[in-house]
């Protein structure tokens, strides 16, 4: 500060905004530097204790946002916006953000299922799963080909040939029971022909005054 006083008043104009773009300089090089510390670090954490992809995923993107919000900070208050005015920019979207998320409840559900998903491990990417339902009824089975923060994505095999993806929500797998198979399943059951065993048609009454005719029924 006393050698910026000696210098004429040009000059300390050039000497403070060469000052501030050197400071976000800084914190961009800081940023990206620790950032790729941090997912070093979890690169080395998920190869040694074999983390599922989900896990590693969500924690990359988890640090890569704390890392940038942070330093968009950083910068905001070297150009000289005051921590006042952060703060209540900062608590005025995230109350915007809360009420549209209570306004989107079964997305937050889905979204909390997921993580628990996450944590829990009920399956893992390529399992063979189905949800079993009521009954005798044959549930939603398939092969885990994708998994986010809403619903998961099945591969579905069909007894005639062909084959579909079904996204199912991940709040139904908290609602139903969940049978993993440890290889291949067995394969969908055909459904039953419907109606009796005599070619499936349906009687005609006998007798009973005869203009009246009925159809057979597939």
Not at 102 to 121: D, H, K
Request: proline share 6%; glycine share 12%.
């Amino acid at each position: 500060m006393a050698l910026s006083r000696l210098l004429p008043p040009s000059l300390q104009e050039w000497l403070g905004g060469i000052t501030v773009l050197l400071q976000v300089v800084v914190v961009a090089l800081g940023a990206l530097l620790l950032r790729w510390l941090l997912l070093h670090l979890v690169r080395r954490l998920a190869g040694r204790y074999d983390l599922p992809a989900q896990i590693v995923i969500v924690a990359r993107r988890t640090l890569s946002f704390v890392v940038s919000f942070a330093a968009l900070l950083l910068v905001l208050r070297a150009l000289g916006v005051s921590g006042g005015v952060l703060w209540g920019a900062f608590t005025g979207f995230a109350t915007v953000a809360a009420v549209a998320f209570f306004a989107l409840w079964s997305v937050l559900t889905n979204v909390f299922c997921a993580l628990l998903i996450l944590v829990t491990r009920p399956f893992r990417l390529l399992d063979h799963i189905e949800l079993v339902d009521s009954g005798d009824k044959p549930g939603l089975r398939g092969r885990v080909v994708d998994m986010n923060l809403v619903y998961v994505t099945l591969a579905e095999t069909h007894a005639g040939g062909g084959e579909s993806l079904l996204r199912v929500p991940n709040s139904l797998f908290f609602q139903r029971a969940t049978r993993r198979w440890r290889g291949e399943p067995p394969p969908t059951p055909l459904p039953e022909p419907s109606g009796d065993g005599d070619g499936g048609g349906a009687r005609l009454p006998i007798g009973g005054g005869g203009g009246s005719a009925a159809s057979n029924f597939p």
